[in-house]
């Protein structure tokens, strides 16, 4: 099998398990704090789909590096520099310091659980448009600087809408449907 | 590139990112203590050998390849700061990774109880273990860098 097939593969299983986790983690957590106690069987299936998304991350991780390499031993050391990609890396930087602020319990689960699922669809989304070759480059000008910093920007926007549509979520919605 | 420095090269890579991912999971598991010492020590031993492993393999890579190959590439061309900067600084904080985080996985050898019982001490044990993870992610993201620069 040639190896770029193979680390697509296990990116894709990676990104799947990863955003897939996520969403089953407010899933879960939305249906566990609506009576305001986290029983048992809820922290089991929730600590579950933690470990689900760490899977995920683990795998997306390494295969990303992989594809680095990758580059790297094909000549096309040019993408390294792609601002997508740093985009990427930075926002699965800001999903592992998120995952440290939520267990030392130094972020509010208001903008813990938003930073996180939102970080990794951005994730997924940015990869399939990377696939696609779409860009925001044809908006905001070619070039490294207008590119990442407008990926960041529509970012971290859709982590505040994020944050506000996750609370109405936990508060409004579920009670009424669950 | 012959297939020895290929071999490094992947070497060097990959156990780098596993040392990464282990040091920031021990710095994860500090944070509570509720991780037994076997979990604890497995993981930031298994940091000190990929480190070990990857700073040797980076080391020969580096004497006996990137510096006669793809340093004069970075260098002719528009990226001259991916080594001045990058690579420099790299060559020299990555001398510290495998001391700081064998000394860490002693910490936990010898002083698990401890950790278990006093917080003050093991906030200054979480401090090191992040210092650890935060000079390794420094390294990977110098290490894309500079392998984008020799363009």
Redesign the interface.
Known sequence: MDIGLLLVLVHLVGTIFGVGGATMIEVHLNQALKDSLVSKDESAILALDYKIVRVGL?LA??SG?GF??N???EGE?????SPVLWAK?LIV?II?IN??LL??RKISLYWGASFSFVSWWTAAILGMLTLEDVTVGALVGEGFLPIFSSIIIIYLVAVAIGSVVLHLMRTKVTKKII | MSTLFLVLLITHVILGIIGLMASFITSFMLIKMKATKTKLLSYSFLAFFSYLVSWFAGGWYYWKYYGSVVKPIIVKGEYVWAHQVFMETKEHVFLFLPFATLTLAIIILFKYTELKNNSSFKNYVLILSLVITLIALFITISGILVSGGAQ
């Open positions: 683990i991780i390494l590096f680095l390499l580059f790297k031993l050391v040019e993408n390294l520099y890396l930087i592992a995952t440290l267990q030392a």
